[in-house]
């Protein structure tokens, strides 16, 4: 079985600071790891994934996550954030084998102020 | 086009009545899934099906059923409903054989029970 645990459940910044988001799980197995994003009243895109290969991983608007294998965690970064950031993010981890399903984590409220 | 959209977007009703959600994927994915996503926006998987075969059905009450006509569509059907089926309910599709591994979701249902 896996679970996930987003350490914060809501997380307040300034436009253009740095922010993380904490990410950890549990697996029995092997799991990928992905971050999905869902800005208000829409569905969930994703922003990135680990599957395999380089431990750091990027996404097109700026998110960066790395996985530490030691330490199962997979913590999201942006080193300068915009209005438009503001969402719920979500961890998530899917066995590498058996049945394709997510495991979400509970998510972070990510809100930018001006 | 749209990749994977579910009809209605928005659906209130009163305990006891029958109600349906529709999901279609115009990405020839071979799996499609539902989620629910309760008040404090925890997501869960509720079923997945391959190839309008059930795979995933993880301890919903028999009063949810889900159909598969064919592989492009997902549909979840709900008897009785109750207060505490009110949730937004994802449909996501993905490839099963497939090194991405990425789930794609729908714009979400969201349901009222009153």
């Known amino acids: 079985a896996q679970s996930v645990t987003q350490l914060d459940s809501q997380v307040p910044v300034f436009e253009e600071a740095p922010v993380e988001l904490r990410c950890n799980y549990s697996?029995?197995?092997?799991?990928?790891l992905f971050w999905y994003v869902q800005y208000p009243n829409q569905g969930l895109q994703l922003l990135l994934k680990y599957l395999s290969g380089s431990t750091l991983v990027e996404s097109i608007n700026g998110f960066e996550a790395e996985f530490n294998k030691s330490q199962t965690s997979f913590h999201l970064r942006k080193p300068s954030v915009h209005i438009s950031d503001t969402a719920e993010y979500f961890c998530?981890?899917?066995?590498?084998?058996?049945?394709?399903?997510?495991?979400f984590g509970q998510g972070t409220r990510l809100t930018i102020n001006p | 086009d749209t990749a994977v959209s579910q009809t209605p977007k928005y659906l209130v009703t009163q305990m006891g009545n029958d109600k349906s959600i529709k999901c279609e994927q115009n990405l020839g994915h071979d799996t499609m899934y539902w989620y629910k996503q309760d008040s404090k926006k925890f997501l869960k998987i509720m079923f997945s099906?391959?190839?309008?075969?059930?795979?995933i059905n993880e301890t919903v009450p028999n009063r949810f059923s889900p159909k598969s006509p064919d592989k492009a569509h997902l549909n979840l059907h709900i008897n009785s409903l109750e207060l505490g089926d009110s949730a937004v309910y994802f449909c996501?599709?993905?490839?099963?054989?497939?090194?991405?591994?990425?789930?794609?979701f729908g714009p979400g249902t969201r349901l009222t029970v009153t």
């Open positions: 099906y391959n190839n309008k075969e059930l795979i």
């Open positions: 998530a981890v899917s066995p590498l084998r058996g049945a394709q399903k997510l495991v």
């Open positions: 996501a599709s993905s490839q099963e054989r497939s090194d991405r591994r990425e789930q794609y």
């Open positions: 697996s029995s197995v092997s799991v990928y």
